[in-house]
């Protein structure tokens, strides 16, 4: 699709994959009828309940804010349909990226860092 956004991702400990949700949807400027004609569909289980995704492969750059570095990774995006539009939900970070680091939490300074 050649979407390039920069995302805020949520790091969810408790999502087995990488999701991008409305807002960052429609900001990064989606084509769905693309992804209609083109893309795999899955239906996730969460919390909340289940809702359909397109599948898409996708690159994720990871930035490193002590050096500057990026780090890059091939996965499999998942990416909310437009009925999903009215839910408003942070884009996920899962754990096909965030198991691939170790990752610390300061409740002194309610600061959580993945180690790049």
């Given at each position: 699709m050649g979407v390039v956004?920069?995302?805020d991702f949520l790091v969810d400990t408790g999502a087995d994959i990488t999701v991008l949700h409305y807002p960052d949807v429609s900001f990064a400027g989606v084509d769905f009828d693309f992804l209609?004609?083109?893309?795999?569909?899955?239906t996730c289980e969460g919390v909340g309940g289940s809702a359909e995704y397109f599948v898409e492969k996708a690159i994720i750059d990871l930035l490193d804010d002590s050096d500057g570095d990026t780090l890059s990774y091939a996965v499999d995006l998942y990416i909310a349909t437009?009925?999903?539009?009215?839910?408003?939900q942070a884009?996920?970070?899962?754990?096909?990226?965030?198991?691939?680091?170790?990752?610390?939490?300061s409740p002194r300074t309610s600061r959580?860092?993945?180690?790049l």
């Open positions: 956004y920069a995302v209609a004609r083109e893309s795999e569909r899955d437009p009925s999903q539009s009215e839910w408003q884009s996920l970070l899962g754990r096909n990226i965030i198991d691939l680091h170790d990752m610390t939490y959580l860092e993945l180690a």
